[in-house]
């Protein structure tokens, strides 16, 4: 493979990519198989992606389809949880940080993996309704509805990550 500044863009972006990863699996060793599986796919087409100028919305793209094409070959894993934790910056509530994270986790493991594609694309990479589905080759409608359906489905079946923000918020606040 020509290199062709392949492996700086990687270089780049691996802390990124690595978190986003592991945010939409929800385990540490899926996240690193997708991750490995992106940049394989990347590097057969980096040529390509590094002339149009635009690698990063090619690697989402890929990323969240790999991500939501994988249950048809993991189905076994869809119901799995996992406690494994994120690294916390120096000085942090670690005791919260970790209540926060598995909260959260356990809350994101019940939902679809398109639910969760969405939800960590609009709000954890801040991507627009068009950003999103465009990342997911999907519709703006369907980007909405999945919104939608996986904040209710939130609500009701993860009533305790209401109480973990107002908590953390009232931290943050006095």
Do not use: C
């Not at 939409?24 to 040529?47: I, R």
């Not at 019940?110 to 991507?127: N, P």
């Not at 009701?156 to 943050?172: C, D, F, K, N, Y």
């Amino acid at each position: 493979m020509d290199d062709d500044g392949f492996r700086d863009f990687v270089h780049a972006r691996l802390g990124q990519l690595s978190r986003v990863a592991y945010l939409l699996t929800g385990n540490h060793h899926a996240a690193e198989d997708l991750l490995q599986n992106v940049l394989v796919k990347l590097a057969l087409k980096w040529k390509r992606v590094a002339e149009s100028g635009a690698p990063d919305p090619y690697v989402r793209k890929i990323m969240y389809h790999e991500h939501v094409s994988s249950w048809r070959r993991s189905r076994h894993l869809r119901n799995e949880y996992t406690t494994a934790e994120l690294p916390e910056p120096a000085g942090a509530d670690e005791a919260g940080a970790t209540v926060r994270r598995l909260v959260l986790d356990q809350a994101l493991g019940r939902l679809t993996r398109k639910q969760r594609a969405v939800l960590v694309l609009r709000f954890y990479e801040d991507l627009s309704e068009i950003e999103t589905a465009d990342a997911l080759g999907v519709s703006v409608g369907t980007v909405k509805s999945q919104t939608s359906h996986a904040l209710t489905r939130l609500r009701t079946q993860a009533p305790e990550l209401h109480e973990l923000i107002r908590t953390s918020a009232r931290g943050v606040l006095a």
